[in-house]
């Protein structure tokens, strides 16, 4: 799914109006009703309950105003409240015209508010993607007091004082909404950490927007769904052997941390690798041949970290990282690493680390490679804090365009950059997944795919990703939040891959 800029949604609603041969108030009242029938269906408000609705001068205002009217017809006890200041756009004053007259309707005086209270509801129709500059004045005033006033506030298209894909001051007044209703597509803000508290859970309202012109505007950045992922991971062929799906090594362990290399082992292993090998320090040999029976292991001569890097020959992907460790040795194993491999690798924790700590490292890295860190990670790799989450966005693409490889960013919508430029944001996977080992078990995983020579680098990092926050979902009806541990995700591997499988 592409995630559009505030113009593409702007061109995109205009080429549905022409092509669909609809008025503008016509996609309009189309965008009101899938509102109006979610505060229905979802939002379930109790008959009696206060609906505010809080309208600005443009569309979004005109959003507003169809929805109070079709509320108001649904039975409901509306009022709506209009911005004093602004040029009115035409479908707004359409849909001020068709506001019944029983419906209270004022103008806010930011000198004596309405009293909302904290069972209302109130729906943010202020301002959406046509947001050209941060709230200020009266907007900003009525924004804060509505944060304040414990109402339940479901933001219209976008939270109000909130740009669709670009940052705004820290201080700016921003809609804190329970829910935000976003037309058709979802917006790159919403897939950001430091949004969170402005968009509350959202939600996609599809609007019947044209879809050829959608399928042909070239986007930087993706929303990946489960739609998109079925079907492309290939069939096990009848005739299939284990050297079919691919020999992966796993480079992994210290002393204190062999948990790792066997949580990425297994996850390998489930991920449906043909054939595992497992070089931990000589510590870990008894400890993978028992938790792993289904993997090869290969011991380091030194009990404690990785000093010498195997043959590399029989592999078709390597994976390196998982509770490494920072050793000098590991980093030599992981430097003649870097010199000598022709497969695929994938990067993850104290290789990562090595890598951020030694830029003569970083500039071996093969093209094609894949990296896994986490934003702390990252921020090691590239030397420098990111000023928010858009600049760590720009550097995660200059960081894959400049290295040619796959570079992940983890979090609750992890983050795919591809050395060709766009983005793409993982859809699954849910927060019990922040504990111990999640982050083993994705490499494990991510390993098993790269050693498939049947799938693209990029669609063994998206399975991975998905398949990944998939199984973690999958176990959540067993373990809850709380309970969820990294070795679960490992047992709805399968399940989660399955249900990708053309
Ligand atoms: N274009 C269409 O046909 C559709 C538009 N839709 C709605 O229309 C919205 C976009 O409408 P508009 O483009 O009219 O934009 P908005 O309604 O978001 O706001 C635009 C108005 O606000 C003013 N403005 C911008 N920033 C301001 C600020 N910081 N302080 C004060 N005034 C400010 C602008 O000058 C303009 O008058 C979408 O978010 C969506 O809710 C939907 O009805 C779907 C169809
Ligand atoms: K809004």
């Not at 390196?320 to 695929?344: F, K, N, Y």
């Not at 399940?495 to 990708?500: F, G, R, T, W």
Request: aromatic letters at 6%; a negative charge.
């Amino acid at each position: 799914m592409k995630l559009l800029s505030a113009a593409q949604t702007r061109a995109l609603d205009q080429a549905t109006i022409q092509n669909q041969q609809i008025s503008s108030a016509d996609l309009m009242e189309r965008a009101a009703t899938a509102v109006t029938n979610w505060l229905l269906d979802e939002l379930q408000p109790a008959y009696g309950i206060a609906i505010y609705v809080f309208c600005g001068p443009g569309n979004n205002g005109g959003d507003g105003l169809a929805v109070a009217r079709q509320l108001y017809r649904a039975g409901y006890a509306v009022q709506v409240w209009l911005l004093k200041t602004g040029k009115h756009s035409a479908d707004f004053t359409h849909n001020r015209q068709q506001l019944p007259a029983e419906i209270p309707c004022q103008e806010l005086d930011p000198d004596k508010l309405p009293a909302v209270t904290a069972d209302a509801v109130v729906v943010d129709a202020l301002f959406g993607t046509g947001l050209s500059r941060p709230l200020e004045g009266e907007a900003a005033v009525v924004v804060k007091y509505l944060n304040e006033s414990g109402a339940t506030v479901v933001a219209v298209d976008l939270p109000s004082g909130l740009f669709a894909d670009a940052p705004q001051p820290a201080d700016s007044a921003v809609i804190n909404a329970h829910y935000t209703l976003s037309f058709e597509l979802p917006k790159l803000a919403f897939l950001l950490p430091q949004n969170a508290k402005f968009v509350g859970d959202w939600r996609r309202l599809p609007i019947e927007l044209d879809q050829e012109v959608m399928h042909n505007v070239a986007v930087d950045n993706h929303f990946v769904t489960a739609d998109e992922l079925r079907g492309c991971l290939p069939k096990r062929p009848k005739f299939g052997h284990k050297g079919t799906f691919g020999h992966a090594l796993l480079l992994a362990g210290s002393r204190g941390k062999i948990g790792a290399a066997v949580l990425a082992s297994r996850a390998c292993l489930r991920g449906g690798v043909g054939l595992l090998t497992t070089r931990v320090p000589a510590v870990g040999y008894n400890i993978i041949q028992i938790s792993d029976p289904e993997a090869m292991c290969l011991a380091d001569p030194n009990p404690d970290f990785l000093t010498e890097l195997p043959d590399l020959q029989p592999y078709d992907a390597i994976g390196i990282g998982p509770g490494l460790g920072q050793h000098d040795s590991s980093r030599e194993v992981l430097r003649q690493l870097l010199e000598t491999t022709r497969v695929p690798l994938v990067i993850d924790a104290d290789a990562l680390n090595l890598l951020g700590a030694n830029p003569d490292l970083l500039a071996l890295l093969p093209p094609g490679s894949l990296l896994t860190p986490h934003p702390k990670e990252f921020e090691r790799l590239v030397g420098e804090p990111a000023r928010d989450d858009y600049h760590r966005l720009d550097q995660l693409r200059r960081f894959a365009a400049r290295t040619r490889c796959y570079c992940v960013l983890k979090g609750a919508y992890t983050a795919l950059a591809t050395p060709d430029g766009p983005l793409y944001f993982n859809s699954t996977g849910n927060p019990g997944m922040a504990t111990g080992g999640s982050g083993d078990v994705l490499t494990g995983l991510l390993l098993a795919l790269r050693a498939d020579k049947r799938l693209s680098p990029l669609d063994a990092a998206l399975l991975g990703l998905h398949a990944h926050g998939r199984a973690g979902d999958l176990t959540l009806p067993h373990t809850g939040h709380a309970g969820l541990l990294a070795s679960d995700i490992i047992r709805f591997i399968g399940p989660a891959l399955e249900e990708l499988v053309g």
